[in-house]
């Protein structure tokens, strides 16, 4: 790997990143849509263009040369051990990705599948209220839960407790899991996973992914809010879900949604008691807007990189000899 070819994929990192970051920080409170969640998936899908270019040439926006850093010897150096210990942080990132999948496989082919009649009647009702047609698995393990889990086998996996929950609470609980399916959450988290990976080194990469989570479980919360009759009772039902303290193990979590901060918990109860009213003149229009230009952005910044010479402006060594022989250097003359 060519120390000026890592640079100049750390710089582009880092510049996806902070556009990324510096976007969602000043993004209207008002605009409670996709758009933010929207804005943050995008970059973290274009933070793998860079990575690639590391291996495989890819199109690039031209940019003076001169943007972009040129090395000594003793920089070429140090730019090859920098390279070195990203190699090394990247290969642990995803060896930790593989156990976490060969884990949460191993850990849903040893729970029990549930067949109760009260939760099969509500997996149907669940399925019917949010239009989705595929097919789920229910599992029951006492490692974690409640999660969904599976990009291709697609299951919900309940705690031990659960057959004793209430059906409103059963209800709710598989509203949620079942938006995750709907909203393509999980095949979003692994490819983000992927991208983090990568980009262990970047601690905007890490704030885009908590971001990504935050906007998940609160996109999930307004499905299930809008079809149930209070949204109190299923504020009820989070923090109960808190208080129980299901062991949690962590299993995969490139494969599984098993949200972990306290603070992110706080947050979801607030949006449902207090919902933010949203803006709806012409806030639709104004989001589309402000995220295309966003992914504008991020794009550019993913894309970019120093302008090469043409092929027509190459040299070719029988243009050099030609040259050479009709102005011959000064001490030949």
């Not at 979003?188 to 970047?202: E, K, S």
């Not at 149930?228 to 299993?251: H, K, S, V």
Request: positive net charge; aromatic residues 8%.
């Amino acid at each position: 790997m060519k120390p000026t070819v890592f640079a100049e994929f750390v710089l582009r990192s880092l510049a996806v990143g902070g556009m990324a970051w510096a976007v969602l920080a000043i993004w209207p409170a008002k605009w409670r849509g996709r758009g933010r969640e929207a804005v943050a998936i995008c970059a973290v899908v274009l933070l793998l263009w860079p990575t690639a270019a590391l291996v495989v040439p890819l199109p690039r926006l031209p940019l003076p040369a001169h943007a972009f850093p040129t090395f000594r010897d003793g920089a070429l150096l140090l730019w090859r051990g920098v390279a070195s210990v990203w190699l090394i942080g990247a290969s642990l990132a995803l060896a930790r990705e593989a156990a976490g999948a060969w884990r949460l496989r191993a850990l849903v082919r040893g729970s029990a599948p549930l067949n109760d009649p009260g939760w099969r009647a509500a997996l149907l009702e669940a399925r019917n209220a949010l239009g989705e047609w595929r097919e789920v698995d229910l599992r029951v393990t006492r490692a974690f839960g409640p999660a969904a889990a599976g990009v291709l086998r697609r299951t919900i996996i309940l705690p031990g407790p659960s057959r004793d929950w209430s059906a409103g609470m059963k209800r709710m609980v598989l509203l949620h899991e079942l938006a995750h399916f709907r909203r393509q959450d999980l095949a979003i988290q692994a490819i983000a996973r992927l991208a983090l990976a990568f980009q262990w080194f970047n601690p905007f990469a890490h704030a885009l992914l908590r971001q990504i989570e935050t906007e998940r479980e609160l996109g999930c919360d307004g499905a299930v809010s809008r079809l149930i009759a209070n949204p109190g009772d299923y504020a009820a039902c989070l923090l109960q879900l808190a208080g129980d303290r299901f062991p949690m193990e962590a299993p995969a979590p490139a494969l599984t949604l098993l949200p972990r901060r306290m603070c992110l918990l706080e947050r979801r109860v607030r949006c449902l008691l207090a919902p933010v009213q949203p803006s709806h003149h012409g806030s639709g229009v104004g989001e589309a807007m402000l995220v295309a230009l966003s992914v504008s952005l991020l794009a550019a910044c993913s894309l970019s990189g120093p302008a090469s010479i043409s092929a027509d402006a190459r040299w070719t060594s029988a243009e050099v000899e030609r040259r050479l022989s009709a102005d011959p250097f000064p001490a030949e003359r």
